[in-house]
């Protein structure tokens, strides 16, 4: 029973709905924060009003005052108008504060100053009247008649301001501990909703970002010969890329087990016919009853013996590879002298560098003895070695130098260090996009032409095999036109 399909979500829904989760996450913390400091911003206890209220009384008193006169000294309808709308504000602003106060000694001073204030009206209607019926009196003199009610309001105004004070500072320090304590939320909120914001974005990232890198990793082990499937974990475009590369890798890896097949059977195949040659042109060197062979005759038969030699190392290679991916190569461990070792296959080197007048040098400290298989590490410098005479041109330079080291990157930990084998050429080089692949098996670096001689580019997927097997590890620095260091290190 196959399971149910998730619902398809592309990258795009996923990116624009994580994108707008953390402008919604925002928004409400930004909404908390302005709930938490929206009291300092709009006070509206008493202390804070009453003040102000009744310094703007005081104001419409001037005010009215200054109308008042100017009525009784003009005794213009205009400005009685405009004195009557001045003490209507005033009446006004007393019913306001008479409302906002919640004291009774502040009442009676309210209701005090409202009883002034229509003694004053009734005062000025008085006067205005004998104004205008003795055009000759003096209105200067008029108004004073009204001015002692005016003094009295004043004098209650003061009054209630005085008394409003000490609630008033009262109330200015409880909006200081108020604004502290707001900001101190604020603040606290801020820092919470930048921190859900951030996580909520690490998530959406690593979200998208954790099956391509998974990719990544399965496209470069394909790049190196590792033809693994890659887990499919989403539902979106990624996941289409995912199949179509694990189609990919199982089609890559089908052709690589086909050819290593037909090449492990084909060289199983040339081992005995390659046998059979060498046999026979040891047979007619070394008859004792035939004729006397040719100088060219015995040319011919030594290309002939040489070429069964390169192909029959090329089938023993072949099926040490095969053996290698199989996981059935062998290793027989023992205690080895690495300059026993070395120095033979040195000298075969320095033999065959004098043909071509390239100095080889031999560098090797005071090393301990070491455990590893003497038939497979051979192996492994011979390869090199040959490498090294292959890539370097005449009149060059080849160094073999073996130290012990303590800093041993990459390499099985005994507590003993490591002994470092470095052979160096001064040959063709090799191009720094390369470095990375020449240890897979069948690759051949681009300056491979420069050279005559073809090599078959497994030798050095084999050296990578073997040193590894003895908890070590192979590298390679090179630069085009210098030449090249590969370097072994091997658990001491």
């Known amino acids: 029973m196959t399971p149910p399909l998730r619902p398809r979500i592309s990258l795009f829904s996923k990116i624009m709905g994580g994108f707008l989760g953390i402008i919604l996450v925002m928004i409400g913390f930004s909404i908390v924060i302005l709930m938490q400091l929206k009291p300092l911003f709009s006070p509206n206890q008493t202390e804070f009003g009453l003040l102000p209220l009744s310094l703007s009384i005081e104001n419409t008193l001037q005010t009215e005052n200054a109308a008042i006169l100017k009525y009784l000294t003009s005794r213009d309808p205009t400005?009685?108008?405009?004195?009557?709308?001045?003490?209507?504000?005033f009446n006004?602003?007393?019913?306001?504060?008479?409302?906002?106060?919640?004291?009774?000694?502040?009442?009676?001073?309210?209701?005090?100053?409202?009883?002034?204030?229509r003694m004053i009206q009734e005062c000025v209607q008085s006067q205005s009247s004998l104004v205008k019926q003795d055009l000759q009196s003096d209105p200067l003199i008029a108004f004073q008649q009204c001015q002692p009610l005016s003094d009295s309001i004043q004098s209650r105004l003061h009054?209630?301001?005085?008394?409003?004070?000490?609630?008033?500072?009262?109330?200015?320090?409880?909006?200081?501990?108020q604004m502290s304590g707001a900001v101190g939320t604020a603040y606290i909120v801020l820092i919470l909703s930048l921190s859900v914001a951030l996580?909520?974005?690490?998530?959406?990232?690593?979200?998208?970002?954790?099956?391509?890198q998974a990719l990544k990793a399965g496209t470069e082990?394909?790049?190196?010969?590792?033809?693994?499937?890659?887990?499919?974990?989403?539902?979106?475009?990624?996941?289409?890329?995912?199949?179509?590369?694990?189609?990919?890798s199982d089609k890559?890896?089908?052709?690589?087990?086909?050819?290593?097949?037909m090449m492990s059977e084909i060289s199983h195949e040339m081992r005995t016919p390659l046998q059979v040659i060498k046999a026979g042109c040891y047979s007619i060197v070394h008859a004792k009853n035939s004729a006397e062979l040719s100088q060219r005759q015995r040319e011919a038969l030594g290309m002939i013996t040489q070429a069964t030699n390169r192909i029959n190392s090329f089938v023993n290679l072949f099926l040490d590879v095969a053996k290698m991916e199989a996981g059935l190569m062998k290793f027989n461990f023992e205690d080895v002298d690495l300059s026993d070792l070395l120095t033979p296959l040195v000298q075969e080197a320095q033999l065959i560098a004098q043909t071509r007048q390239i100095n080889v040098e031999f560098n090797l400290d005071k090393i301990p003895r070491l455990s590893l298989d003497k038939e497979r590490v051979s192996q492994v410098f011979s390869n090199l070695l040959s490498n090294a005479l292959k890539y370097t041109p005449n009149n060059g330079t080849i160094t073999v130098a073996a130290t012990k080291?303590?800093?041993?990157?990459?390499?099985?930990?005994?507590?003993?260090?490591?002994?470092?084998?470095?052979?160096?050429?001064?040959?063709?080089?090799?191009?720094?996009?390369?470095?990375?692949?020449?240890?897979?098996?069948?690759?051949?670096?681009?300056?491979?032409?420069?050279?005559?001689?073809?090599?078959?580019?497994?030798g050095l997927a084999l050296v990578k095999h073997v040193t590894e097997a003895h908890g070590g590890r192979v590298s390679v620095q090179s630069k085009v036109g210098v030449g090249s260091t590969f370097s072994v290190l091997l658990p001491a």
């Open 79 to 89: 400005h009685e108008k405009t004195m009557m709308l001045v003490m209507n504000r």
């Open 92 to 117: 006004n602003e007393c019913d306001s504060l008479n409302h906002l106060t919640d004291r009774s000694d502040m009442r009676v001073f309210v209701e005090e100053i409202a009883k002034f204030h």
């Open 159 to 177: 009054n209630i301001n005085d008394a409003s004070l000490p609630s008033l500072s009262r109330g200015l320090k409880r909006l200081e501990k």
């Open 199 to 212: 996580a909520a974005a690490v998530i959406i990232a690593r979200t998208l970002s954790k099956p391509i």
């Open 221 to 248: 082990k394909v790049g190196e010969g590792h033809f693994e499937t890659v887990a499919v974990t989403t539902n979106d475009e990624v996941a289409d890329l995912t199949l179509a590369f694990n189609l990919m």
């Open 252 to 261: 890559l890896k089908q052709l690589d087990e086909m050819r290593m097949q």
């Open 405 to 458: 080291i303590e800093q041993c990157d990459g390499v099985a930990k005994n507590g003993a260090g490591c002994i470092k084998v470095d052979i160096k050429d001064s040959g063709v080089g090799i191009p720094e996009e390369d470095l990375s692949k020449l240890f897979n098996k069948f690759y051949q670096t681009k300056n491979v032409p420069l050279v005559n001689e073809k090599g078959s580019g497994l």
